[in-house]
């Protein structure tokens, strides 16, 4: 056999692997690979409780269907905490900026206390 002989089935084996990204790619971009763009699902909050822990809610389902789960999600896994209704979406609380919990701190304070130590 000759150094000749091997050119081929290398180069197949190359463009082989050279083809494996290419089709995980298209797969995940696909809804064969489950990214269908239908999907009714979407989140609705989330609560870091600790580094790698949180507490998520996500609404699933269409129309009468449709239900929120609260979701416990650490390391460990997802747990399902509590199933409800979907509630009435309240708009975003001005509590929730930095500058607004100043303020609430700041009103807490009581006159002429100093925290100076």
């Not at 050119?7 to 995940?28: D, H, M, Q, R, S």
């Not at 009714?40 to 507490?55: E, H, Y």
């Amino acid at each position: 056999m000759s150094g000749t002989d091997f050119i081929g089935p290398v180069f197949a084996f190359l463009a082989i692997l050279a083809l494996i990204p290419a089709a995980l790619w298209l797969l995940k971009r696909t809804p064969i690979g489950g990214a269908a763009t239908g999907t009714p699902m979407r989140l609705v909050g989330a609560l870091p409780l600790a580094p790698n822990q949180r507490l998520v809610t996500v609404e699933v389902g269409q129309g009468d269907d449709r239900r929120w789960l609260v979701l416990g999600v650490s390391p460990a896994g997802i747990s399902t905490l509590h199933q409800m209704p979907p509630q009435a979406e309240l708009p975003a609380a001005p509590a929730a900026t930095g500058l607004a919990f100043a303020q609430l701190l700041k009103k807490q304070q009581k006159p002429g206390s100093s925290d100076a130590r």
